[in-house]
């Protein structure tokens, strides 16, 4: 039982540059999100899903786009980057939106770009 | 606007030091209050979930309570390996997490 898996750790892009993050999980969570974190800023949403097919802005939703095809997966991906979309990047799932298990959180992916 | 705010930032105590972390919150409508902890490097871990004023949960040297505007975080005798940062967060109906900024504990042996 792997939990929740993010792919890339580390990325490093160049201003303009687009791509995916991945975030698999084999738990089937019908919930999955994405959040960024900052310095000082605490997690912030970016965006979510209730389950397959069906996705929603969170509060920082700009210069991001997600899709949900599969109840395993959970894309996120940027579209042309920004120095400002330098951040630790987690995917977290779980049984419905907050619950008594709580999220289960990735491990990261940390994005720098220049 | 709903709002989470943990006090401290930071704490630092001696091993076997009890304390406490607050999360205050101001919102519409709590569904539930989360309690992470977050090693360096790694992704927020559950630790409890809240529902009502006068609710507590216990796992090993922490302790979560909740009233209707906060919730503490009871660490009776910590040990070096408590350290980490305590994130709080909330739920409000039709909407996902609300996470605070976190308090970083630093216990010394």
């Known amino acids: 039982n792997a939990g929740v898996t993010q792919t890339p750790k580390f990325q490093v892009l160049k201003t303009g540059q687009s791509m995916t993050l991945q975030c698999a999980q084999d738990?089937?969570?019908?919930?999955m999100s994405w959040y960024r974190q900052d310095p000082g800023m605490g997690l912030r949403l970016i965006h979510y899903?209730?389950?397959?097919?069906?996705?929603d802005q969170g509060e920082v939703p700009n210069g991001y786009n997600v899709s949900r095809s599969t109840t395993e997966d959970f894309p996120l991906r940027l579209l042309s980057a920004a120095p400002s979309q330098t951040s630790v990047y987690f995917c977290a799932s779980s049984y419905s939106t907050g619950g008594a298990y709580g999220y289960t959180f990735g491990s990261g992916t940390r994005l720098t770009v220049v | 606007e709903d709002q989470v705010t943990q006090s401290p930032e930071a704490l630092r105590l001696q091993e076997g030091e009890s304390s406490s972390l607050n999360c205050s919150y101001t919102v519409s409508g709590l569904r539930g209050l989360f309690w992470y902890r977050q090693d360096p490097g790694k992704g927020p871990e559950f630790l409890f979930t809240?529902?009502?004023a006068g609710e507590e949960k216990e796992k090993e040297r922490l302790k979560a309570t909740l009233t209707k505007k906060e919730s503490f975080l009871h660490i009776t005798a910590p040990k070096p390996e408590d350290s980490a940062t305590y994130l709080c967060a909330v739920q409000v109906a039709g909407t996902a997490l609300i996470f605070g900024k976190g308090t970083t504990l630093s216990v010394s042996s």
């Open positions: 738990m089937n969570h019908e919930y």
């Open positions: 809240l529902y009502s």
């Open positions: 899903s209730v389950g397959a097919g069906i996705t």
